[in-house]
């Protein structure tokens, strides 16, 4: 099967799921989209309410800032993959539950197996904290941990991991907003540089 066939049979598991309670409040699962052949992963937290009505991650005020994010950086959407922790939308946008990233996070891990990113990017606190939990690295933070690369194993896999803001904090502060336009100048070297060395 091809990644994209695979990335789809992901995908079809989780617009069925119930393994949660969440099931029973979201509008649409969102298992995430983007480029089956990208060597870049953005991970972020969870559904918002655009993302549950549209089914499609970073829809909303956030989503529009990734996009601006990405340009800064040389990319689109066209040319990464876009996931969350969670698949489906916590009701009143409240935080994730323990139990929930237990038991939804395996469809990301598949995600993640299927793809081989060569980066992977964890957007905010709860993702980046889920990332670093299991490539065995201490996590005090994403202040402290963003705009900084970190080597390491995941999934048997060598990658990159990149933590910083999620692009909603942007939305409420304008020193969040120049911390993330920063990181991702940083990311675009860092990964201009990582496709001219392959």
């Not at 049979?9 to 969102?30: D, H, Q």
């Not at 990017?121 to 900084?148: C, D």
């Not at 390491?152 to 020193?175: C, D, E, N, R």
Request: hydrophobic share 40%.
């Amino acid at each position: 099967m091809s990644r994209k066939e695979l990335l789809d049979a992901v995908a079809s598991e989780v617009v069925v799921c119930r393994k949660c309670e969440l099931w029973k409040t979201r509008k649409n699962a969102v298992p995430g989209e983007g480029n089956p052949d990208s060597q870049i992963m953005f991970i972020g937290e969870a559904p918002g309410y655009w993302e549950g009505i549209k089914g499609k991650p970073f829809v909303g005020a956030a989503g529009n800032f990734l996009d601006t994010l990405l340009s800064i950086a040389d990319l689109s959407r066209e040319n990464v993959f876009i996931g969350n922790i969670l698949k489906c939308r916590p009701p009143k946008n409240r935080e994730p539950l323990l139990d929930e990233i237990e038991t939804c996070t395996p469809y990301l891990d598949s995600q993640i197996q299927v793809l081989k990113p060569k980066i992977i990017v964890t957007l905010g606190n709860h993702s980046t904290s889920y990332i670093f939990s299991k490539v065995a690295i201490p996590f005090n933070g994403i202040t402290q941990t963003h705009g900084e690369f970190f080597e390491a194993s995941i999934l048997s896999m060598q990658v990159t991991i990149f933590p910083t803001f999620h692009p909603a904090a942007a939305l409420y502060s304008g020193k969040y907003k120049e911390l993330l336009q920063r990181d991702f100048q940083l990311l675009k070297h860092r990964f201009t540089n990582q496709r001219s060395s392959v």
